[in-house]
């Protein structure tokens, strides 16, 4: 069957911000797939954890802020204890601060720019550390935004995060291309 050719039987997937929308719908899809997940939040995903529990998989949850970055590589270490490796990570978590860029503060800046692009970043990095060393690769999806393209009104950090994810992604494209897919 078409469908088997796509089966995620046996890997497991990191995915931050899955609590809700569309982290929650990624892990859901993933766990249909065949993944163990593991959830990094801010939150107890407690639905998710139901409704990945429900499909028969596993579901390790984590809570983090993952805008201080000290904690990610620890955060991956418990995620392979647990499973035995990493297959996939969805750096989904993000933030939007709605502001006049005339009036932006930096605390608000500084606030979206930590989780949106530098979580990324890191968790990236951390991610691949772990693919490279497991010898098979890996898979990392990051979550842009058309605001990427468009530029935005009122949301001057989340439209820069967002255009430093595009970038990144293609960097980590070329670095990693033999390894992992982005």
Known sequence: ????????EGKVAVVTGCDTGLGQGMAL???????DIVGINIVEPTETIARVTALGRRFLSLTADLRQIDGIPALLERAVA???????????????????????????WDDVMNL??????FMSQAAAKHFIAQGNGGKIINIASMLSFQGGIRVPSYTASKSGVMGITRLMANEWRNTISM
Request: with cysteine; charged share 25%.
């Open 82 to 108: 647990e499973y035995g490796h990493i297959d996939i990570l969805v750096n989904n978590a993000g933030l939007i601060r709605r502001e006049d860029a005339i009036d932006f503060t930096e605390k608000d």
């Open 116 to 121: 949106n692009i530098k979580s990324v970043f």
């Open 29 to 35: 899809g993933l766990a249909e797939a065949g993944c």
């Open 1 to 8: 069957m078409i469908l088997n050719a796509f089966s995620l």
